[in-house]
């Protein structure tokens, strides 16, 4: 038996058409008989209930994609709102939480454009749009502000290697009992306050020039502690 090609070519081409006229057929009889609307609600439902399980797991990207299909359905529902108005909220803290305002602010106000009268959302972009304001101020003064913070993080240092070496000649006095690691743990104790001290000298100057926008902090700031700024 010879198979033509051609001949097996235009069956499945009538065979696909006739599927996709039944398809057609179909949709039309649903959409006379009614059944649209109901299965359009179906999916919906569907949809915001796939969303409510990836918020419990929580899959915040898959949560988004279900509430947005839901919405791309029905812009109305206020369940599949909800839901997005949600994730996007719990991103946007995500960002604001890893000091990213920028995205912060934008995925704050996607969600306040779904709940406007949300209060938690309101507090939580009005926390935001106040970290915008004090960045602004600091990148405004940034080189007094970077000699300041450049202080910190090594006074920060100091003190975590001074807490590990008390604790060190604790332990070592609890395995062999010999009270040279109990004064070298108390002298070190010294050194802790002192440098704890300092460090909250270094944090208050910093504060200072914050809240007041470093112009009118910097003269009594550097007249009165100029010895603390530096780390010793």
């Not at 279900?66 to 109305?76: I, M, S, T």
């Not at 975590?160 to 040279?180: P, R, W």
Request: hydrophobic share 45%.
């Amino acid at each position: 038996m010879v198979c033509n090609m051609a001949d097996i070519g235009m069956r499945v081409r009538a065979r696909t058409l006739r599927t996709a006229a039944a398809i057609t057929i179909g949709l039309a009889s649903m959409t006379a008989w009614g059944c649209a609307q109901p299965i359009t609600r179906w999916m919906v439902e569907l949809r915001t209930s796939q969303g409510d399980q990836a918020m419990k797991r929580p899959n915040l990207a898959d949560a988004e994609k279900e509430y947005k299909l839901a919405l791309a359905l029905d812009p109305h529902n206020a369940h599949a709102r909800a839901g997005l108005a949600k994730v996007l909220y719990l991103k946007a803290n995500e960002y604001f939480r890893a000091s990213k305002l920028d995205e912060a602010d934008i995925e704050i106000k996607r969600s306040l454009r779904l709940v406007p009268s949300d209060a938690g959302t309101q507090a939580l972009a009005g926390r935001i749009e106040q970290a915008k304001i004090r960045r602004e101020i600091v990148i405004s003064n940034y080189p007094l502000y970077g000699s300041l913070r450049a202080s910190l993080n090594p006074a920060f240092k100091v003190i975590t290697a001074t807490n590990l070496e008390i604790e060190k000649q604790i332990k070592l006095f609890a395995s062999d009992y010999d009270t040279a690691h109990l004064t070298r743990a108390i002298l070190e104790s010294y050194d802790l306050q002192d440098e704890a001290h300092r460090m909250a000298l270094r944090l208050i100057a910093y504060r200072s020039l914050v809240q007041s926008g470093g112009s009118k902090a910097r003269a009594p700031i550097q007249s009165q502690t100029p010895s603390l700024l530096p780390v010793p």
